[in-house]
């Protein structure tokens, strides 16, 4: 498809497992940044990437999360021994990078940790 | 760092008429100023922006308008809808950096 994709939409989790949330950016977007959305609650961000330059990571709130992407393609974030308060849900948006500023946001995955 | 406040957090108006929603932002330095509109249980799409060598842009019934020197920008619907039901997303950046969001507005219009 042409837009963000993420997968999966829904993940079940019991506490202390570790999780990996995957996100497919638009083809040929140099940027990509992953949110975390508490219910109700604003965008919160965790991470940012723009091309090969080193991360942005400075919105991870603990050294659970982890996130990776490999050149212009798919990103990973990582959360291990996942807490319930990890229960939200994670929004990845790319955007063309430089000067073209438009995000454009994925489904997102909704993580319940029981 | 950056910081964005939104204002109100929720907010009710009847359907047609206008919708006002105001942001601040702390860095001098921000230059690109996006509007999100979240329904429930969906993504954020970006509604309507602006950057900061303009101080009015209008789209149909939206429009952003932005004043540099107070560090604030504002979100106006005019003739509102039962549609425009939503969350709305302030947001500051500056080009090629992060974003940071504001709070969010809950806006409910009431047929």
């Known amino acids: 498809g042409a837009g963000v994709s993420q997968s999966p939409s829904n993940k079940v989790t019991e506490k202390g497992k570790d999780v990996e949330l995957r996100c497919d950016p638009i083809s040929g977007h140099t940027a990509l940044y992953w949110y975390r959305q508490r219910l109700g609650q604003g965008l919160e961000f965790l991470i940012y990437?723009?091309?090969?330059?080193?991360?942005?990571k400075s919105g991870l709130p603990s050294d659970r999360f982890s996130a990776e992407r490999t050149g212009e393609s798919v990103s990973t974030l990582t959360i291990q021994r996942t807490q319930q308060e990890d229960s939200a849900v994670y929004l990845c948006a790319s955007s063309p990078g430089r000067e073209r500023d438009i995000q454009y946001f994925g489904a997102g995955t909704r993580l319940s940790v029981l | 760092g950056e910081n964005v406040e939104q204002h109100p957090s929720t907010l009710s108006v009847q359907e047609g008429d206008s919708a006002v929603i105001k942001c601040t932002y702390s860095?001098?330095?921000?230059?690109?100023f996006p509007w999100y509109k979240q329904e429930l249980g969906k993504r954020p799409q970006l509604i309507i922006d602006?950057?900061?060598?303009?101080g009015e842009k209008k789209d149909q019934r939206i429009a952003v308008t932005l004043n540099k020197t107070a560090k604030h920008f504002s979100l106006h619907i005019t003739e509102t809808q039962p549609e425009d039901s939503a969350v709305y997303f302030c947001?500051?950046?500056?080009?090629?950096?992060?974003?940071?969001f504001g709070t969010g507005t809950s806006l409910t219009v009431i047929p």
């Open positions: 947001a500051a950046s500056v080009t090629g950096n992060q974003f940071y």
């Open positions: 990437f723009q091309g090969n330059s080193a991360p942005d």
């Open positions: 860095d001098s330095a921000s230059n690109y």
């Open positions: 602006i950057r900061s060598n303009v």
